[in-house]
Every structure is written in structure tokens, then in C-alpha cells.
């Protein structure tokens, strides 16, 4: 038999994830109830988290935080993070986007999950709150690389670096079908420049493996380099680095590893796509 | 497994249900409330047929819980007539051919309401961005977008 539990407060939440292994935590919706439709869960809890906490956005400063309950229509509907509406809107038709979560897209299987693309590309962290304790902030990639494999603990938010300039901020997804459709791959990259050249640069792709990855590679060519043609030409040489795409509906491996380097060249040289 | 209370407030009239724990909203309003507007599709949030508004933003009904609706607004395609009195949507749909099956039909009909309610005059890409989550199979949705549009900024539109 299916229950659910609505949590007034996170450390409920939290506290009753961690010792109930047969609790799920409801986002959404749109990953959960899939699952709930189609009778794959019929046993456990499912935990719905009611504290506003959850569904916060702090993005007046430097430094901003989004609760992990937010969903992608709250981030459309941000001025202040408007560097981050075009993955937002990636996610899903209106309706999806107006219950999709962030906190719910980090855990989203490949081809899905391009909202976490661009936050690994903003190296994010989150906070986990394992137990009634305090959360604790851990850079997404660790738990992108672990979560699954074991529980995180709750999810309570989100927190970046605001790019100091927008424009240094780039994503793009491609799919067969628009303005809806899978992802054959997705690619988010923050590169700001000092003095011209690309410094501290972050690159990260979705449906190129199990989990969105950021692409070391490219990363370490670009570094320290012009955005010029033959910078691209080295990036893209480098792009398929860590990279382990799957074949499913949407894409085979094959035609995902043959495109990446085409879709990250005309990214870096800001070709439309 | 004991039944839950929950009232929500359905196009316009305060209804009430006993509904299980896990329950989804499309499952009330067709079972308990008797809204046949929104349809089982694919209850994975591919399909959009069981789109409804919640609290005037478009919500796929088939993943959302009846208990998270306690107290909230729901509207569907059968509250979108004004007594004898056709939406303009719905009578663009009817003047353009916009149903074939039907069966996506209710989930087009709120999706674009969505849309015109905040956006009364939506260009051609706003109105497909708009029903960009609800598949019909029947007529290539070149009838929809054509009602869609000729719906838009008409004196009919109303905001619930």
C-alpha cells in the first residue's frame, strides 16, 4: 500500500527520508507519479514537503540560492535569473514546467535532467540535509557521481555564483522536435573572460552520459585561451572526453558522438544552431 | 486504507471528495466529481489530455495529487462555457475544424486558455510554445493553431 506524508518542515522531511528506506520524496510530481501510473510504486511513503523553505528563490545578490521544490515556471517567471530561462524552458510544455522541480531534475535519468546541466556548469552545490540535522553543502558533480548508488539525504536547495557577466553564460539542447522535445544532447557552458581570454571555464554535458558530466577536456583546452577559431578547433578535439552517451529512442551512441563536437563548436563561436 | 477529505473549488463550485492518499487529481475529478473534460492519456506528462488549470496555471492532472489541490482553484474544458454561451476558444475550435477525435481536444482547449489569459494576442510561436505538451494525433495542429489564433484578442476572453 502507497501512503503519503506531507512535511511541514524539511528536518521532518529529511528526518523521515533517512529512516524509512521505502520513502520517496515527491517533487513535481512528473518523475514520481510516473512511476506511481504505471505500478512500479505501489509500496512506502510518499513525502510531500509543504515548508515555503523548499520553494524559495534568493537571487538579489551575488550569491543565490533556490530551494530545491522551485519549479521551472518560478524560474521563467524570475527576472533575476533570466541567464538561467532558456534551460528552464528546455524542461518539458508549459504544463511540466510549472510542476517540474529543480531539486527533481538532479535526479532526472538521461536523456532528462538539462536544468542540472546548467547548474553544473555554474558549479553549483547543494544542500543535503541528512537526518534532523543541518544541511550540508556538496558540489553537484559529487552527487550527480553517487546518487545512484545510494540516498543523498533531502535535497533542500541550491546554491551558485551569479555569473558576473550574463553573456559569459551559454546553453543550448538540441532535439529532433520543437519547441518540445528529448534531449539528443544537451551543453552548458559559463566561460568568463579576463583580458580576453577564457578564465576559469566550466563545460558540462547532458544525455552524453549516465548523469549530466561536465567535460573536463574542453575545459582544460579552453583555459587560459581566446574564444578564437583555433581554440574551438582544440575544444571540439577534446569534447568527447569522459563521455559514455547511451543509445535509446532518441539518439544512437554512435550519432550522439558525432554531433557533440559540431554542436560545441558553433556554441563556442555563437553560431545559431 | 482510510479515505482523505478534500475540497477544492472546480470551475467556480466548491466540491468535495473522499479520495485515497496517493490519488491523482485526473482520477477524482473523473471518478468522484464527474469532469469527464480531462482525459487518461499516457499518465507519464507526455501527452497533455489531462491538462487542467490550477490556480490559472496549466498542471498535467494525471501526476498531481487530489490532496495537493485542498483549498485551491481547479478549472477544466467543461467550466470554459458561459451557460449556452461558447469560450471563444471553444467556438474557434468548432468554426476551424480543431477536433477530430476529440480526445486531445479538452487538454488543448485549457492549454490555451493559459496562454490567452495572460496573453491575449500570443504570436504564431507563442501559441505552438503553448501546446508544445499536448500531442494530437488526428489533425497536424495546423486547426488548432489557426483557432488559437483567431480566438486571440477576442472581446469574449474572460479571466475566471
Known amino acids: 500500500m502507497l501512503a503519503v506524508r506531507s512535511c511541514a518542515t524539511l528536518a521532518e522531511a529529511a528526518g523521515l527520508l533517512s529512516g524509512d528506506r521505502q520513502a520517496v520524496l515527491l517533487g513535481g510530481g512528473t518523475l514520481v507519479m510516473r512511476d506511481v501510473n504505471e505500478g512500479r510504486l505501489t509500496e512506502g511513503t510518499l513525502l510531500r514537503v509543504t515548508d515555503p523553505a523548499f520553494r524559495r528563490i534568493e537571487a538579489g545578490g551575488a550569491r543565490i540560492e533556490i530551494g530545491a521544490g522551485v519549479t521551472m515556471g518560478q524560474i521563467l517567471a524570475s527576472r533575476e535569473l533570466a541567464f538561467l530561462h532558456a534551460p528552464a524552458r528546455a524542461i518539458g510544455g508549459p504544463a511540466v514546467r510549472n510542476m517540474a522541480s529543480v531539486g527533481g531534475n538532479l535526479f532526472a535519468p538521461a536523456p532528462y535532467g538539462d536544468f542540472t546541466v546548467a547548474l553544473l556548469a555554474l558549479d553549483a552545490q547543494v544542500v543535503v540535509q541528512a537526518g534532523f540535522g543541518s544541511g550540508r553543502a556538496t558540489p553537484l558533480e559529487e552527487l550527480l557521481a553517487s546518487r545512484d548508488r545510494a540516498s543523498p539525504g533531502l535535497v533542500t536547495a541550491i546554491q551558485f555564483s551569479r555569473p558576473a557577466n550574463p553573456g559569459d553564460f551559454h546553453f543550448r539542447k538540441i532535439s529532433r522536435v520543437k519547441p518540445k522535445g528529448l534531449s539528443l544532447l544537451s551543453i552548458a557552458a559559463h566561460l568568463p573572460l579576463a583580458g580576453g581570454r577564457v578564465s576559469q571555464a566550466r563545460v558540462a554535458y547532458g544525455a552524453m552520459a549516465p548523469t549530466p558530466i561536465r567535460a573536463r577536456g574542453v575545459e582544460r583546452t579552453l583555459e587560459g585561451k581566446a574564444l578564437d577559431a583555433a581554440a574551438i578547433a582544440a575544444a571540439q578535439q577534446a569534447a568527447l572526453e569522459g563521455c559514455r552517451p547511451a543509445t535509446d529512442a532518441i539518439a544512437s551512441e554512435w550519432y550522439r558522438r558525432e554531433v557533440l563536437p559540431v554542436h560545441l563548436g558553433r556554441l563556442l563561436a555563437g553560431q545559431p544552431r | ?160
Open chain 2, 1 to 160: 486504507m482510510a479515505k482523505i477529505p478534500v475540497q477544492f473549488r472546480l470551475n467556480g463550485t466548491d466540491r468535495a471528495a473522499f479520495v485515497d492518499a496517493p490519488e491523482t487529481l485526473l482520477n477524482t475529478l473523473r471518478r468522484s466529481l464527474g469532469d469527464f473534460a480531462p482525459k487518461y492519456g499516457c499518465g507519464q506528462g507526455a501527452c497533455g489530455v489531462c491538462t487542467v488549470l490550477i490556480d490559472g496555471e496549466p498542471h498535467l492532472s494525471c501526476l498531481t495529487l487530489s490532496i495537493a489541490c485542498e483549498g485551491r482553484k481547479v478549472e477544466t474544458a467543461s467550466g470554459m462555457a458561459d451557460g449556452p454561451e461558447l469560450h471563444p476558444l471553444q467556438a474557434q475550435f468548432m468554426e476551424h475544424f480543431a477536433a477530430q477525435c476529440g480526445f486531445c481536444t479538452p487538454g488543448m482547449l485549457t492549454a490555451a486558455r493559459a496562454l490567452l489569459d495572460n496573453n491575449p494576442n500570443p504570436t504564431r510561436d507563442e501559441v505552438i510554445e503553448a501546446i508544445s505538451g499536448n500531442i494530437c494525433r488526428c489533425t497536424g495542429y495546423e486547426p488548432i493553431v489557426a483557432a488559437i489564433l483567431a480566438a486571440a484578442g477576442s472581446p469574449g476572453l474572460r479571466r475566471a
